[in-house]
């Protein structure tokens, strides 16, 4: 199957410092992917759809200067969390489709972050 | 708007039979997906019903009703490695729209 790959698996940083997330697709170009957020025993909240050469599309809520996405190339896409608080602590998880079947999602690992 | 409803917890013992259901509510439907998510760990596809009907693949079924808005996965033969949160989905506008999740244990 396709592989999604996310770096780092987990991090700790300091409040008011910034962290990246690097979601890479390894086996297939993604002109498509999605960053998630999620919390221990909850669901998969969809965060943004980042788009390959173009702006990402934030969902409603979602503060889009603080979570910066770039989707620089077919198999790259960043999420950078600005300035980052404790209650920013979560779990990312980045996915993309490959064939355009957005009902089937090939997701990555998941970063662990934790802001002291 | 869209919702989907599924339980948020069943518990089953090894070599049972189990059903999550999920009801959904959605402006506009193409199909249900299923996922299922290990703790800690990256959510995998299990299956996809575009059409009405049951879709089998191994141990795990998928079935749709579009009349009745519901749909359900059958964990047949139950493992402990079963042992996860499964999530109903839908594609919508491009994007994928994902139930609260089903927390199934599986005890010996």
């Known amino acids: 199957g396709a592989v999604v790959s996310q770096h780092p698996s987990w991090v700790i940083c300091k409040s008011g410092t910034s962290v990246k997330i690097e979601c890479r697709s390894l086996d297939f170009q993604a002109t498509t992917m999605f960053w998630y957020r999620q919390f221990p025993k909850q669901s998969l909240m969809l965060m943004a759809t980042s788009n390959e050469g173009s702006k990402a599309t934030y969902e409603q809520g979602v503060e889009k200067d603080k979570f910066l996405i770039n989707h620089a190339s077919l198999t790259l896409s960043t999420l950078t969390v600005t300035s980052a608080h404790p209650e920013d602590s979560s779990f990312y998880i980045c996915?993309?489709?490959?064939?355009?079947?957005?009902?089937?999602?090939?997701f990555g690992p998941g970063t662990r972050l934790t802001v002291t | 708007g869209q919702s989907l409803e599924q339980p948020s917890e069943v518990t089953a013992v090894e070599g049972a039979i189990v059903q999550i259901n999920c009801t959904y509510q959605?402006?506009?439907?193409?199909?249900l997906s299923w996922y299922q998510q290990h703790d800690g760990g990256a959510p995998t596809f299990l299956s996809y019903?575009?059409?009405?009907g049951l879709e089998e693949t191994g141990r795990f079924s998928s079935f749709l009703s579009r009349s009745d808005s519901y749909g359900y996965l059958l964990l047949q033969e139950l493992q402990m490695k079963d042992s996860a949160s499964y999530f109903c989905?839908?594609?919508?506008?491009?994007?994928?729209?994902f139930g609260q999740g089903t927390e199934l244990s599986v005890k010996p």
């Open positions: 989905a839908v594609p919508q506008g491009g994007k994928l729209i």
């Open positions: 019903n575009g059409l009405d």
């Open positions: 996915s993309a489709n490959r064939q355009g079947g957005t009902y089937e999602q090939y």
């Open positions: 959605t402006s506009g439907f193409y199909g």
